[in-house]
Nanobody, 121 residues
Framework: QVQLVESGGGLVQAGGSLRLSCAAS????????MGWYRQAPGKQRELVAT???????NYADSVKGRFTISRDNAKNTVYLQMNSLKPEDTAVYYC???????????????WGQGTQVTVSS
């Protein structure tokens, strides 16, 4: 059993900042890629940023230069620092982790329940 719990969402004004956190717990042997996705009302879920265990990152064009993804492998936690927020960033943000479990050995795609980010104009 693996659980991902997000925190840090909320309501901010345009131009403000938020820092999202996501902590994984449970029967974890290791975690491969981690990332953040978001879904606005009436739209498909889209990738925001990903990070490998070794620290290689990838960002959606819409957030490059404004968002930074990072991780603490010792804490099984991934972060998303969001600066210069815009109203179009408003969405539910979901945490993702590719978790390796041991019994039996397998890769489990794990998702958090989501945290709301609302940016007012």
């Amino acid at each position: 059993q693996v659980q991902l719990v997000e925190s840090g969402g909320g309501l901010v004004q345009a131009g403000g900042s938020l820092r999202l956190s996501c902590a994984a717990s449970g029967s974890i042997f290791s975690i491969n890629a981690m990332g953040w996705y978001r879904q606005a009302p009436g739209k498909q879920r889209e990738l925001v940023a990903t990070i490998t265990r070794g620290g290689s990152t990838n960002y959606a064009d819409s957030v490059k230069g404004r968002f930074t993804i990072s991780r603490d492998n010792a804490k099984n936690t991934v972060y998303l620092q969001m600066n210069s927020l815009k109203p179009e960033d408003t969405a539910v943000y979901y945490c993702y982790a590719g978790v390796v479990v041991a019994t039996p050995v397998r890769l489990v795609d794990s998702w958090g329940q989501g945290t709301q980010v609302t940016v007012s104009s």
